[in-house]
């Protein structure tokens, strides 16, 4: 029986998963509360804190056990394939001294390495944020100055499209997906034989609105907010990625919220729910040339996966374009564990940072 420990420091929590065997053994998760953040000048001055109070309410659950492998959320390292990596030292002073953003997810690796020191067993990362496997013509735009790099739910839509092809009798590494994860952010991948060909960036502005973020937008009203003197560089990249769509059309992002003042009539919420509904559809839509053949599914995961209205939607807008599986039992928790466990049993390599290649790290099952 596999006992793998989960652990994800987000921007105001710790989330820790014990899985047992592929069941959740227990699930703890710590608030930080904004005062106690702020008195961190820098996110890595809050790893020690951090772990203090994660191993302290490990034990108030009882403990692990014996484990066979720790994860850690993969914090912002340079673009790499995606898969199951071993944490070692170049990983962990490139988070600490060369990250390429700032989150808390940089502490994932750090955190796992001491609790792994505890048991004597591999620290892992699986599927970071920054996994990039974009086929070269993707990352190509119509401006050289400007390449394409790729920040999504790497984590999320993998799990899903392996849980997708499991229900299908398919092997992951075999099948043709596009994969929409309905989140706070939205990204809308291409899995095509294992790897994530192409992807929307869920960041810098591609792909469809949010609930907070804004998707694409053109380019040269951008361009003439910013020239008008209105706004800062600064405010408005805070306002297109925090505080656009859902939130900036109707002053909600939570999507609950919204059907229920659809269901109360309110023309205005109906209207900017079908639209964000339309640009998913759109966006899967685009993705399909990046496969070179059949969909075997469309696959709709994240929290908004839960939304039997918005799923329902998409699939009007989407469904000619094959099966679409909607997946809502694979978080990033169970995500991360499965990776672990693919690597454990054989069925995916584990792998060293940096990787040597480009091919290296890409998933296999």
């Not at 949010?210 to 907010?225: Q, W």
Request: proline fraction near 6%; aromatic fraction near 4%.
């Amino acid at each position: 029986m596999l006992r793998i420990l989960t652990i994800n420091p987000g921007s105001t929590s710790t989330r820790a998963v014990l899985f047992a065997d592929g069941a959740t053994a227990w699930d703890v998760e710590i608030a930080h509360p904004r005062d106690w953040l702020a008195g961190f000048p820098r996110i890595m001055d809050q790893l020690e804190p951090r772990r203090e109070l994660l191993a302290r309410a490990i034990a108030e659950h009882g403990g692990t056990g014996p484990l066979d492998a720790v994860v850690g959320r993969g914090g912002f390292l340079g673009p790499m394939p995606g898969g199951v990596y071993a944490v070692n030292q170049a990983m962990l002073e490139e988070l600490a001294q060369r990250p390429t953003g700032q989150h808390a997810s940089n502490l994932g690796a750090f955190l796992a390495v001491a609790f792994a020191r505890e048991h004597g067993c591999p620290a892992l990362v699986v599927d970071p944020v920054v996994t990039d496997e974009l086929d070269d013509r993707a990352r190509l735009t119509g401006l050289p100055a400007i390449a394409r790099r790729t920040v999504f739910h790497a984590l999320g839509q993998r799990g899903a499209a392996r849980e997708a092809a499991a229900r299908l009798g398919l092997d992951y590494a075999a099948g043709r997906f596009v994969v929409a994860h309905l989140g706070g952010g939205i990204s809308v991948g291409a899995h095509r034989l294992g790897r994530v060909a192409d992807v929307t960036n869920a960041m810098d502005g591609e792909g469809p609105f949010s609930p907070e973020r804004c998707g694409a937008l053109p380019v040269l009203p951008v361009l003439a907010l910013l020239e008008s003197g209105e706004w800062t560089p600064a405010a408005l990249r805070a306002v297109l990625i925090g505080r656009a769509g859902l939130s900036a059309h109707l002053g909600e992002s939570d999507l609950r919220v919204v059907e229920a003042r659809m269901d109360a009539g309110d023309a205005q919420a109906a209207n900017v729910f079908e639209a964000m509904a339309y640009a998913v559809a759109k966006t899967i839509a685009s993705m399909t040339p990046a496969l070179e053949g059949p969909v075997d599914a469309v696959v709709l995961c994240g929290g908004m996966a839960r939304s039997k209205r918005l799923c329902a939607r998409i699939t009007e807008l989407a469904g000619f374009l094959g099966r679409v599986e909607v997946v809502t039992g694979v978080e990033e928790m169970a995500a991360m564990a499965l990776g672990a466990q693919l690597m454990l049993t054989g069925r995916v390599p584990l792998r060293d940072y940096p990787p040597a290649r480009p091919e290296d790290g890409l998933a296999q099952a």
